[in-house]
C-alpha cells in the first residue's frame, strides 16, 4: 500500500500543476498583508506554520524512537532469506531496517503535512473573502470571482492531493489500529502470564499464596524492563499514527465547514444587506443563487469530509476502545 500511495504521489507531483501551492501562498499572504484582522495577519500565518513543522519532526521522533524501544525489546530477531554471520552484520541489517522504515515514515509526514498546508491556506482564504463580504469592502462580482478561484484551488486537492493523502490516510489508520491491538493484547498477555512457560523460561517464579488460595508470580528485573520497553515502544508507535490520521480529517473538515460558512453569510447578506445599499437587488439576488448553489467541501478519496463526519467516527472509536477496555483489561 505504501509503495501504490507513494507512485501515486510521483505521478501526481511529477503530472499534475506544480504551481498550485505558490500560487496560493502568495495569494494568502498579499491579501494577509493588507487585512485589518488580526486572525489572518502573516505573523499568525508563520507561527502556524513553525507548528506545522514541529508537529511533523515530533511525528518522526516518536517513530524512531519507537522502532528503536522495539529493538531494546526484543530477545532475537528472526531473520527469513538473510543469514548474518558475525554482530557487525547484524548490526548493519538492524540500521538499514531502521533507516529504511523511517525514510518511509518521513515520505508519508511530508505527503500529510503538505495537504494539511494547503487546507489551512484555503481555509484562511476563504476566511478572508467571508470578512470582505461582511464589511462590504469588495462589490459582489469580485467577491463571487474570487470564489471561483478558490474552487479552482479546491478541485486540486480534492482530485490530485486528495487522492494521495487517502492511500497514506488508510496506510496510517491500519498501522494505528494494529498498535492499538497490539498494546491490548500485550497487557492482556503479562497480566495473565503462562506458568508453564514462565518458569521454564526462567522468567517468574512463584512467590507464595494469597488470600484466595492462588498463586502469586514476580517477575525478574530483566523481564519488568522489557515489559516496560515493549509498552512503551507499542504507545510511541501509536502516537505518530494517531496525529496522521486525525490531521488531514480535521483540516478538510475546516475547509469543508468554511464553504458552508460563506453560503451561510450570502443567506445574511440578503437578509440585511449592510455595506450593498447602494447595490441592485437583482444583483444580491443573483449572488445569494450563486452561493447557495454551492456545494464545494473537500473529499479525501472522493469522499466528502465535513464535522458530522468526524464526530460519527470519534462515537465509534470511543465504544470500540470501551468494548476492547472490557474484554482485555
Not at 505558490?22 to 498579499?30: G, H, M, N, P
Amino acid at each position: 500500500m505504501f509503495f501504490f500511495a507513494f507512485l501515486v504521489t510521483c505521478i501526481i507531483l511529477r503530472l499534475g500543476e506544480s504551481e498550485h501551492l505558490q500560487t496560493l501562498l502568495e495569494r494568502v499572504y498579499l491579501l494577509a498583508s493588507c487585512s485589518p484582522w488580526e486572525l489572518v495577519k502573516q505573523r499568525r500565518l508563520w507561527c502556524i506554520f513553525v507548528g506545522w513543522l514541529m508537529m511533523g519532526v515530533m511525528c518522526l521522533t516518536l517513530s524512531l524512537g519507537s522502532m528503536i524501544l522495539h529493538l531494546s525489546a526484543a530477545t532475537q530477531i528472526s531473520y527469513t532469506f538473510i543469514q548474518p554471520q558475525s554482530e557487525t552484520a547484524k548490526i548493519l541489517l538492524c540500521g538499514g531496517a531502521l533507516a529504511s522504515l523511517w525514510l518511509e515514515d518521513i515520505v508519508m509526514v511530508t505527503a500529510v503535512l503538505l495537504y494539511c498546508t494547503q487546507c489551512h491556506l484555503l481555509s484562511r482564504l476563504l476566511e478572508i473573502i467571508r470578512m470582505t463580504l461582511y464589511q462590504g469592502a469588495t462589490s459582489l462580482m469580485g467577491i463571487k470571482k474570487q470564489i471561483d478561484e478558490t474552487s479552482r484551488f479546491l478541485r486540486h486537492l480534492n482530485q490530485e492531493l486528495g487522492s494521495s493523502v487517502g492511500l497514506y490516510l488508510c496506510l496510517a489508520a491500519f498501522r494505528a489500529i494494529t498498535a492499538s491491538s497490539s498494546l491490548f493484547s500485550t497487557i492482556k498477555h503479562y497480566e495473565l502470564p503462562g506458568m508453564s512457560a514462565a518458569l521454564a523460561s526462567g522468567s517468574m517464579h512463584i512467590d507464595s499464596r494469597n488470600s484466595q488460595g492462588f498463586y502469586t508470580f514476580e517477575y525478574t528485573t530483566v523481564e519488568e524492563a522489557r515489559l516496560w520497553l515493549h509498552i512503551s515502544a507499542i504507545i510511541t508507535n501509536l502516537l505518530p499514527w494517531l496525529l496522521l490520521t486525525i490531521m488531514p480529517l480535521c483540516m478538510a473538515a475546516w475547509v469543508s465547514s468554511n464553504y458552508r460558512a460563506l453560503s451561510k453569510a450570502g443567506s445574511q447578506l440578503h437578509g440585511r444587506p449592510f455595506g450593498y445599499q447602494s447595490t441592485p437587488q437583482p444583483d444580491i439576488d443573483s449572488f445569494l443563487l450563486y452561493v447557495s448553489s454551492l456545494h464545494l467541501q473537500a473529499k479525501i478519496l472522493w469522499i466528502p469530509v465535513r464535522t458530522y463526519f468526524l464526530v460519527s467516527i470519534l462515537v465509534l472509536t470511543v465504544m470500540t476502545i470501551v468494548v476492547l477496555s472490557y474484554l482485555y483489561l
